[in-house]
């Protein structure tokens, strides 16, 4: 059977709804009601979600040869530019790690040149990735519904939020032994206390990928890293102890992952306007673009922390326009994360701005 063509990109793979803008002012909103809580907690501001990084890295990203269809946008030719990543999990308040949730990774890919999106400064590509293959909303009033439990639970105390992961947990471990694991349940703190580092990591929702949309997945290959998909770690009594492993593992090892693209090629399994549908891997798999290398390495002190955690800001639509976001949860996105970002600088007097030096100046 001939392996079928990728669906090349047209307008009408995107549908805007009328009342988008009206979500979009909820969702600046409900960050603005997290962020202001957040602060009053903490004295400083931190991001709307994601708030608390596991690790800051540095490294070098290698544009693989042979890549058609793939060769696109920042992947069109080989080549290597130096890369940042933010390891986090996503609630936007600072938690114990043994209040489990899922994993994030933000990457940045400095020097690369091309047409940029509205509004995008410097030569900066972004990805924004989750360790789950889809998004827990169909769309971005649904995703708006789910932002405001979040900012609804952000002030519950810990010892309620511990105890909940737990049980949570439990019900998750049940679930997933009669292969009905649940994406919500995750979300809300059941997430398996795993290594961060073992992960594989998804944008969820599409991008542009020059004549074609792509989603986008991080996958650890590397030996020391692939030990870790799946093995147990234990947090128990250790607030930071994601961030404790992942700074033990950079003392010791280095890394290396694979940075792929899935193509879709079925219009009805892999819609680009849902984003709560896995597109299914056996119709089109993901395939690898390019080779994310990160020495040894302190993966988390001071000096990173003001340059990278308080410095950057990571988000979807800081690029090119050959990879603008075309969906609905993305387009919410573009409206909610500046905002987010002028929180931080306006409160912390700390600006955020692309990095034009190379990735090993912020070390």
């Known amino acids: ?96 790690d043994s209040v489990s949730t899922p994993r994030g990774l933000a990457i940045k890919i400095l020097g690369v040149e091309g047409e940029r999106l509205p509004d995008a400064e410097g030569t900066t590509q972004d990805f924004a990735m989750t360790n789950a293959p889809a998004f827990t909303a169909p769309d971005a009033k649904a995703f708006l519904g789910s932002l405001k439990l979040l900012a609804a639970t952000t002030d519950t105390p810990q010892i309620v939020k511990k105890a909940l992961s737990a049980t949570l947990r439990g019900v998750e471990s049940v679930l997933e032994a009669v292969g009905t694991g649940s994406p919500t349940v995750i979300s809300l703190g059941g997430h398996p206390e795993t290594h961060i580092l073992g992960e594989t990591l998804y944008s969820q929702v599409p991008v542009r990928w020059g004549e074609y949309v792509a989603k986008v997945a991080v996958a650890p290959v590397s030996s020391p890293l692939t030990a870790l998909t799946g093995a147990a770690l234990d947090v128990k009594g250790k607030p930071d102890g994601l ?89 919410a996105r573009r409206a909610v994360y500046p905002n987010s970002s002028d929180f931080r600088a306006t409160h912390d007097g700390c600006p955020i701005r692309e990095p034009t030096l190379l990735a090993g100046s912020l070390s």
């Open 243 to 331: 961030r404790a492993a992942v700074t033990a593992f950079f003392a010791a090892h280095e890394g290396v992952w694979e940075l792929r693209a899935q193509l879709p090629t079925n219009r009805d399994t892999m819609p680009v306007e849902d984003a709560s549908v896995p597109w299914p891997e056996d119709e089109s798999p993901y395939v690898a673009v390019a080779r994310v290398l990160v020495p040894r390495q302190e993966a988390w002190s001071a000096a990173k922390v003001e340059r990278i955690d308080d410095g950057l800001a990571f988000s979807p639509w800081h690029g090119l326009a050959t990879h603008r976001p075309p969906d609905a949860v993305m387009r």
């Open 1 to 96: 059977m001939p392996t079928p063509m990728p669906i090349r990109y047209e307008p009408a793979l995107e549908t805007v709804q009328p009342d988008e803008a009206q979500v979009h002012a909820g969702m600046i909103a409900t960050f603005a009601k997290i962020q202001a809580t957040t602060r009053a907690d903490y004295g400083r501001a931190v991001r709307g979600v994601h708030a608390k990084g596991h690790g800051l890295l540095t490294g070098t990203l290698e544009v693989l040869p042979d890549l058609p269809p793939l060769a696109q946008g920042a992947f069109a030719a080989p080549g290597r530019h130096d890369v940042v990543l933010r390891l986090s999990t996503n609630p936007g308040d600072i938690l114990d």
